[in-house]
């Protein structure tokens, strides 16, 4: 549950944002504001597990290029929310994908009929 986990293990500091030419505190701030703003838009019932394998893609893909730099927060935030929701979405996918891999290929649904009597 999301309860069970905190926003502030998402933000970063000035020293783990690395070198940004200068622009180190704009870049903290900018992005631990992307990070409140997904936080606030993540379900309740959501996993603290899954809310750990998250948050992290959100630096992984926002702090590679200048991004952070070029896009204004607005942007920044919508970006960020949809690309959590894809990642929510597609791990329901998986999981999906995950149970119809564990039901035997000979799985008999016991409500077809095969009879068309």
Do not use: C
């Amino acid at each position: 549950m999301k309860e069970l986990a905190s926003v502030h293990d998402y933000l970063l500091s000035v020293s783990d944002v690395g070198d940004w030419e200068g622009e180190e505190e704009y870049v903290t701030d900018t992005f631990n504001a992307v990070v409140h703003a997904v936080w606030q838009a993540l379900p309740e019932d959501m996993a603290a597990e899954q809310i750990d394998e998250l948050m992290p893609m959100l630096w992984q893909q926002l702090g590679r290029d200048t991004v952070l730099l070029d896009a204004d927060e607005d942007e920044l935030i919508g970006w960020a929310i949809g690309f959590v929701q894809q990642q929510i979405d597609e791990g329901a996918s998986d999981e999906q994908d995950a149970a119809d891999d564990d039901q035997p290929d000979d799985f008999i649904d016991d409500n077809t009929d095969d009879n068309n009597d």
